[in-house]
């Protein structure tokens, strides 16, 4: 039988490993991405799969309504996992590679934001949203994990976190969203 409490020290071993190896030199060029898309009132369009897309969710939130609140003025920002119905119709009469691409060609322009996550790294409806949005002149942000995946290859700017286990690195994912909106609510000037 596994020893819980030495379980529990393995996992967060792993989580402090992933942590360390977050590229800060990385996350602080995406917040100026974000300053830029802020400052020139482009659109910041979010989204992944399984727990990515509740993290794309949740920074949204904070990003929308945290930053925006303390900054004073409001990010354009959505995460492409709300809308159920939309999502479930693409699927359904397209493809579900098409999920996310289909609602960039509504909503994007050039200038805007995407922004991904995912531990693979190689989800082909991530991908496919990906090459669209090079494709249509929007700057790209991949956060993928060790195996870093197609995204890695195709994302003007690339988080990896070191690890393959994907609590360890959806935990440094969720992190990586907290500082990138963090970044504005505990330093509101940054965005004058």
């Known amino acids: 039988m596994t020893d819980m409490k030495t379980w529990i020290a393995q996992y967060l071993a792993g989580v402090q490993k992933a ?23 482009k659109q910041i369009f979010v989204f992944g799969n399984g727990g990515s897309a509740a993290t794309a969710q949740h920074f949204i939130c904070d990003l929308g309504k945290g930053a925006s609140d303390k900054i004073g003025t409001r990010f354009r920002c959505m995460s492409l996992n709300d809308n159920v119905a939309w999502m479930t119709a693409i699927g359904n009469d397209y493809a579900y ?57 195709l994302a003007h700017h690339v988080v990896v976190v070191d690890g393959q286990h994907y609590g360890h690195v959806e935990d440094a994912h969720m992190c990586v969203a907290h500082i990138l909106a963090y970044a504005f609510m505990d330093n509101p000037e940054i965005a004058r």
């Open 97 to 153: 590679a098409d999920v996310f691409m289909r609602q960039l060609e509504n909503f994007a322009r050039a200038g805007d934001v995407a922004l991904t996550m995912s531990v693979s790294g190689s989800s082909p409806n991530l991908v496919k949203a990906f090459e669209w949005a090079n494709a249509h002149g929007l700057t790209t942000i991949a956060i993928v994990g060790g195996a870093r995946g197609t995204l890695a290859t």
């Open 19 to 41: 942590l360390a190896s977050l590229p800060q030199e990385t996350l602080a060029k995406i917040i100026d991405v974000l300053r830029a898309a802020h400052r020139d009132d």
